[in-house]
């Protein structure tokens, strides 16, 4: 149920320097999705009456992702004056006049923190009536971070930001996480009291604390369990940190919900994949998007799915695939490549080197070696020779094979596209299939093959192969 007290502010404004990228911080994606998405979602489960996005730099991008993820914020720009308190201060003026509840702070690129960690802070700022709860963290280097100073009751008094601290605060290892719930009356009131005397020149949200502290207002700093859960992302390096946590938790999650996945840190799945029971996951797997696999199947080693969908029991090593579907008992691989538009059904093979685009491979079909099958439809219990290539474009324009159920065509064959081969057809080792071939029919039409006689001795002579060949003469009495 909506909370009608409650709004949430996402701060996105900021210019990400550290990321040195042409993309916007929050855009770059972890377990799938770009940080942002994993901040609107834990925002939404709050279930507040409000959503703010503050942006700011490369903004329309930004703002996209938001309408994407979360249509339903309410996108604040940003001004020119800068700093968090700037952002917040926007953010309020753009709620409703009579809104008097309580406004959580959160970042865009703190992409861990959890609905639940947010939900106890809410719930600790209303039970004590603060005006101000700071979700902070004790870390054993607080480098860059705000640092909550406390006074001898403990009572916290005030942030001080690492540039603006002395000696004595940098020692200080209890830090602002940069999350935090306000009373909305409290900003309203504060932030444009609030200058940029400071040593980044900003208008900071931080300096709210020393306000309310002056007016005797209840400030409290909760620190949080797993500081990990607050880490922020600010570059690359911080980027992938981040990402192999929630890589472990939603591992540890398939894991709990019976799924057997041998090795965790090189299994790589993305928030948006699910998996079945039983299914099993070898090492160096990524399943990506939209991916969906059924119990029982067994995937990897070395495989990654993108978008694709695979049945009950299906056996996929080896294997990259995207947007392909692999039906029950299905296998595919080692070594295949599965472009979008594969359909391989029930019982049916896609094996080794074999790659196929737009291809639906009917039900106990296989295409088991060697192969480049594209722009392809094949029906029920045929088998595609080793060696088998659909020659599906001319230079100009993409045709279409047509092959039928119960098929069994030779070793090396070319089908030059469009062509239909029909019901039951065979076609002889090496054939390049030009003419629809009908239904029971054998097609071959590889050239007679000549044996010249004693040619290696007469035109190789003195060589390795000659001598192979008159030994294999003398031991051998010709045909009379
Ligand atoms: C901020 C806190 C610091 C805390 C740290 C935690 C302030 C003054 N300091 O510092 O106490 O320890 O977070 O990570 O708040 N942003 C805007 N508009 C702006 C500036 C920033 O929207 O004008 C956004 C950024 O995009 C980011 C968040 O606010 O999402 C924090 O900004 P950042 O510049 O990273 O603040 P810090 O200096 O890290
Ligand atoms: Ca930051």
């Known amino acids: 149920m909506t909370d009608q007290r409650l709004a949430v502010i996402v701060l996105a404004a900021g210019e990400g320097t ?4 042409r993309r916007a911080k929050v855009l770059h994606p972890i377990a799938g999705l770009p940080m942002i998405a994993h901040v609107l979602t834990t925002a939404s489960h709050l279930e507040p009456a409000y959503v703010e996005v503050v942006v700011r730099h490369q903004r329309d991008d930004v703002a996209a992702a938001v309408g994407e993820y979360l249509p339903d914020a309410i996108v604040v720009d940003q001004d020119e004056l800068p700093g968090t308190g700037r952002a917040v201060e926007l953010a309020v003026e753009a709620l409703p006049a009579d809104f008097d509840g309580e406004v959580v702070v959160v970042s865009g690129d703190v992409p861990l923190l959890d609905t639940a960690t947010l939900a106890a802070l809410v719930a600790e700022h209303r039970a004590a009536a603060a005006s101000a709860t700071i979700l902070s963290a004790v870390l054993a280097d607080a480098t860059g971070y705000g640092r909550i100073v406390r006074d001898a009751a403990g009572g916290v008094t005030r942030i001080v930001e690492h540039k603006d601290a002395t000696e004595e605060l940098l020692a200080i290892t209890e830090v602002n996480s940069g999350s935090y719930v306000f009373n909305a009356a409290a900003l309203r009131e504060l932030l444009p009291r609030i200058g940029s005397a400071n040593a980044q020149g900003e208008k900071y949200l931080t300096d709210v604390v020393a306000l309310l502290r002056e007016s005797s207002a209840t400030v409290a700093a909760v620190p949080v369990a797993d500081s990990w859960r607050v880490a922020g992302v600010n570059d690359r390096a911080q980027l992938s940190e981040q990402a192999a946590r929630l890589n472990a938790l939603i591992v540890r999650g398939h894991q709990l919900a019976g799924v057997t996945i041998h090795d965790p840190a090189s299994t790589w799945i ?7 029971q039983d299914t099993v996951l070898w090492p160096n797997t990524r399943l990506a998007g939209a991916t969906t696999i059924d119990r029982d199947a067994v995937i990897g080693p070395d495989t990654t799915l993108v978008d694709c969908e695979v049945g009950e029991g299906a056996v996929i090593k080896r294997t990259d695939a995207t947007l392909a579907v692999i039906r029950a008992y299905a296998e595919v691989g080692p070594f295949a490549y599965l472009r979008p538009g594969t359909e391989l059904d029930g019982g049916g093979k896609i094996g080794t080197f074999v790659e196929t685009k737009n291809a639906r491979i009917g039900r106990g079909s296989k295409v088991p070696h060697l192969s ?15 060696g088998t290539i659909t020659a599906n474009y001319d230079g100009v324009q993409k045709h279409r094979t047509t092959v039928g159920s119960h098929v069994r065509t030779g070793s090396h064959n070319v089908f030059v596209a469009p062509v239909t081969i029909g019901d039951g057809v065979y076609t002889g080792a090496g054939t390049v299939v030009r003419k629809d071939v009908p239904a029971g029919a054998l097609a071959v039409n590889v050239a007679p093959q000549r044996n010249i006689e004693r040619w290696v001795a007469a035109n190789r002579p003195g060589t390795a192969a000659a001598a192979a060949a008159a030994d294999a003469a003398a031991a051998t009495p010709p045909v009379e």
């Open 372 to 386: 480049y099958i594209g722009d392809t439809e094949v029906g029920e219990g045929s088998n595609i020779g080793a």
């Open 270 to 276: 993305d928030l948006t994949v699910s998996i079945g």
């Open 18 to 21: 550290r990321m040195r990228s």
